[in-house]
């Protein structure tokens, strides 16, 4: 079956812009979490989305934001871009969710944002 | 707030040798995932580990729970450069319930 599918890869943006990305899950899969990876950092959770609804949130400033659809796909949008923003956002989708997860996660190749 | 501490952050060995990895924590962990990601990839699941002293084994990779659910470790043996890749351990809270990673092991098999 088709993986987790993130659009778009890559994507350039200067400061001050905002930015949304794409999140496809695995068909079936109603829970959708974000990370925002960087060298430094390592992973860091951002949020968790299950059946339209957030129900975990890491510890980011409100610029972040998402959201998930009826059809389980989900996005999330970064406003007033700042230089450490840059970084690869990965969305990962599990069949379960909420709490307590002990299911796999499902990771998607990525969007990487360079904001310059 | 509970933290995943992984050592040693890089690794750089010949093929055939063999390599651990650790991962710990002073809290604990209801259950342990171990990924790898290759550049350019998204993290994939290696292996989950629930009960404590559990090992399991995946082809040359052994992974171990630690006995109080605190640890684990990733031992590989005889390395091919296929094994080089970002190895991430990530424990599910006992207390929340929420995935927590680990900083990642880099791991470079040299020819």
């Known amino acids: 079956k088709a993986g987790v599918t993130q659009t778009p890869r890559y994507l350039i943006k200067t400061r001050g812009q905002q930015v949304t990305l794409s999140c496809s899950p695995i068909?079936?899969?109603?829970?959708v979490s974000w990370y925002q990876q960087t060298p430094g950092q390592g992973l860091q959770f951002l949020f968790e989305y299950f059946s339209e609804t957030q129900r975990n949130k890491g510890n980011f400033p409100g610029r972040f934001s998402g959201r998930q659809f009826s059809n389980s796909r989900s996005e999330m949008n970064v406003s007033t871009l700042e230089l450490g923003d840059s970084a690869l956002y990965l969305c990962?989708?599990?069949?379960?969710?909420?709490?307590?997860?002990?299911?796999?996660?499902?990771f998607g190749e990525g969007s990487r944002l360079t904001v310059l | 707030t509970q933290l995943l501490e992984q050592s040693p952050q890089f690794l750089s060995i010949q093929e055939g040798e063999n390599l651990t990895v650790y991962c710990n924590s002073s809290?604990?962990?209801?259950?342990l995932q171990w990924y790898r990601q290759e550049p350019g990839e998204g993290p994939v699941l290696l292996v989950t580990v629930v009960t404590g002293g559990e090992v399991k084994k995946l082809k040359r990779l052994t992974f171990q729970f630690g006995d109080a659910r605190k640890d684990s470790s990733l031992h590989i043996t005889a390395a091919q450069t296929g094994d080089t890749g970002l190895y991430l351990c990530?424990?599910?809270?006992?207390?929340?319930?929420?995935?927590?990673f680990g900083q990642g092991t880099t791991l470079q098999v040299k020819p």
């Open positions: 990962a989708s599990s069949y379960y969710g909420g709490s307590p997860n002990t299911g796999e996660l499902f």
């Open positions: 068909s079936g899969h109603r829970s």
């Open positions: 990530a424990g599910i809270s006992g207390n929340t319930g929420k995935l927590i």
């Open positions: 809290s604990v962990f209801s259950s």
